[in-house]
């Protein structure tokens, strides 16, 4: 559970996600930053509570589409999977390419203040940096997939280890010129051209797209001994900590940083979390800490990749991605792992990447095309089980009973929000082409061209994930049900309990 957790935890990288993301909440001033991570960290959780009723009740790396197939209507059950496995492919593939273009704006600063502020690193500077780095992720995905699951708590140690030195060092360094808890509570600013009252909610961006990485826990499921419990354990810790930690920190970071928002936002540093480690802890304790900070950023990104190869290599199981033949394959020589889906994800952000070279606002839709897919990709599932699937679900040993349907019906409310409000553009309205959103673009072209795939051709094959349950374990209206919708399913027989298969061992015994 600890190891599921750790995936999970390290995926959000707390400190460094939130200072990737300080253009989205600084805009709204210090209680804008500080009230809306506590509000949509709320409602993440209850997304989260929603997603763990399914976790605990079925396992599966292919998680999210596998549950919209089992719970959708039979009409509707083959498109739906296939919109939801290309939206979750484009959400985990773009939280990648984010973390590693915030890795790539970390370092660099770290080279700015080095030079005190005397270097401007190019749009071309800093995409050779986020390639390097995301080659880098590819390589160590490849070849330590024995160890990934014991380094995962090396990696939220890092992350605390972080968390607890950026809590005590500002303050510290700060002493004499902190802010008024007045300033940190009740001090709401509008640096853009929107409504003051919208962008408080665009600062919502920040920690939606920080604790988004906790649907991995359902993609490493069938890596996972006692899956049913730490699946859904995994998820609500991992919500669970962002939420509490990270209002934690945007107090201090509220607390210390120079009431002029400008000069924070537009520092010569590239960063405004170098600025704020600057003015609190002079040049050398804001290297040491941005070089910190841009190590938990690189892990990071290396267990994102994790997950977002399972998530890709579960689909193309399935026959639904392009070149799924080949995608599909296991790499027994490297400890059973998806190795080509690994180096396919490195390629499509690779790609996805290149959004970093037209300006640094159209670079911000690599951080909310990661919101819009995963949204469309979580909501899916708790939708068909609520509209369609009552009958069919059976909950597992972690269950909101009494209160599931509410939480889901809340759930599915805000991800239809979160997902309008990474459309916008973050600066204003009428928007240039350099400075517009391009999430609108990328995410509508994989929407509307999954459908598209499908009902020209792939309707003719593709019949959905191959569906395995302990069948002896149903009960007689889920067994009617089952049967009544068509659905095609294998039996399994459950393993011990505390007993780890490889991905191997489970479907040789089906």
């Given amino acids: 559970m600890i190891?599921?957790?750790?995936?999970?935890?390290?995926?959000?990288?707390?400190?460094?996600?939130?200072?990737?993301?300080?253009?989205?909440?600084?805009?709204a001033g210090p209680a804008g930053m500080v009230w809306s991570w506590f509000l949509a960290s709320m409602?993440?959780?209850?997304?989260?509570?929603?997603?763990?009723?399914?976790?605990?009740?079925?396992?599966?790396?292919?998680g999210l589409y596998w549950w919209t197939h089992y719970f959708a209507s039979p009409k509707t059950r083959n498109a739906l999977?296939?919109?939801?496995?290309?939206?979750?492919?484009?959400?985990?593939?773009?939280?990648?390419?984010?973390?590693?273009?915030?890795?790539?704006?970390?370092?660099?600063?770290?080279?700015?203040?080095?030079?005190?502020?005397?270097?401007?690193?190019?749009?071309?500077?800093?995409?050779?940096?986020?390639?390097?780095?995301?080659?880098?992720?590819?390589?160590?995905?490849?070849?330590?997939?024995?160890?990934?699951g014991k380094l995962q708590t090396v990696f939220v140690a890092l992350n605390f280890v972080l968390i607890v030195a950026t809590i005590i060092a500002l303050p510290v360094g700060r002493a004499s010129q902190r802010n008024s808890a007045h300033f940190v509570f009740a001090e709401v600013e509008n640096l853009t051209t929107w409504p003051t009252g919208w962008a408080f909610m665009l600062a919502w961006l920040s920690p939606i797209w920080t604790i988004g990485g906790f649907d991995s826990c359902v993609h490493m499921s069938e890596e996972a001994s006692n899956a049913t419990r730490a699946v859904p354990y995994g998820i609500i810790m991992s919500i669970g900590s962002c939420w509490l930690f990270g209002w934690i920190l945007t107090i201090v970071i509220a607390a210390c940083m120079n009431p002029d928002l400008e000069a924070v936002l537009t520092s010569?540093?590239?960063?405004?979390?170098?600025?704020?480690?600057?003015?609190?802890?002079?040049?050398?304790?804001?290297?040491?800490?941005?070089?910190?900070?841009?190590?938990?950023?690189?892990?990071?990104?290396?267990?994102?990749?994790?997950?977002?190869?399972r998530q890709s290599w579960a689909f193309s199981r399935d026959g639904a991605l392009p070149f799924s033949s080949f995608f599909r394959k296991i790499s027994a020589k490297l400890g059973y792992i998806p190795f080509r889906a690994v180096w396919g994800c490195v390629g499509v952000g690779a790609i996805l990447g290149l959004l970093s070279l037209i300006a640094p606002a159209a670079a911000q839709a690599l951080f909310s095309l990661a919101?819009?897919?995963?949204?469309?990709?979580?909501?899916?599932?708790?939708?068909?089980r609520l509209v369609w699937g009552q009958n069919k679900f059976k909950p597992g040993p972690v269950y909101t009973g009494r209160y599931s349907i509410a939480i889901g019906w809340t759930a599915i409310v805000f991800l239809c929000f979160g997902t309008l409000l990474a459309m916008f553009p973050v600066g204003g309205p009428n928007p240039t082409p350099s400075s517009m959103n391009y999430t609108v673009v990328i995410n509508?072209?994989?929407?509307?061209?999954?459908?598209?795939?499908?009902?020209?051709?792939?309707?003719?094959?593709?019949?959905?994930?191959?569906?395995?349950?302990?069948?002896?374990?149903?009960?007689?209206?889920?067994?009617?049900?089952?049967?009544?919708?068509?659905?095609?399913?294998?039996?399994?027989?459950?393993?011990?309990?505390?007993v780890e298969q490889n991905v191997g061992e489970k479907r040789a015994e089906v």
């Fill in 371 to 384: 919101v819009a897919g995963n949204n469309v990709a979580w909501g899916t599932p708790i939708l068909c």
């Fill in 444 to 498: 509508s072209a994989v929407w509307l061209g999954a459908l598209a795939y499908y009902f020209i051709d792939a309707r003719k094959w593709f019949t959905g994930p191959k569906i395995t349950l302990d069948l002896t374990d149903l009960s007689e209206s889920q067994e009617r049900a089952i049967v009544s919708e068509g659905l095609e399913v294998q039996h399994v027989k459950p393993s011990p309990v505390g």
């Fill in 268 to 309: 010569p540093f590239g960063q405004p979390m170098a600025q704020i480690y600057y003015d609190a802890l002079g040049k050398r304790g804001a290297i040491g800490m941005m070089t910190l900070l841009f190590i938990v950023q690189f892990l990071m990104g290396l267990s994102i990749l994790v997950a977002a190869s």
């Fill in 43 to 62: 409602f993440i959780f209850v997304v989260g509570l929603a997603m763990a009723d399914l976790g605990s009740a079925m396992p599966t790396s292919g």
């Fill in 81 to 148: 999977s296939f919109l939801v496995g290309y939206s979750n492919t484009l959400g985990l593939v773009g939280g990648l390419v984010s973390i590693d273009y915030g890795f790539s704006l970390m370092l660099l600063s770290v080279v700015v203040l080095a030079n005190d502020g005397n270097y401007t690193p190019s749009s071309g500077v800093i995409y050779a940096v986020f390639l390097g780095c995301i080659l880098c992720h590819g390589v160590l995905a490849s070849t330590l997939s024995k160890v990934m």
């Fill in 3 to 27: 190891e599921v957790f750790g995936i999970a935890f390290s995926i959000m990288g707390l400190l460094p996600s939130i200072a990737s993301t300080l253009a989205y909440s600084i805009p």
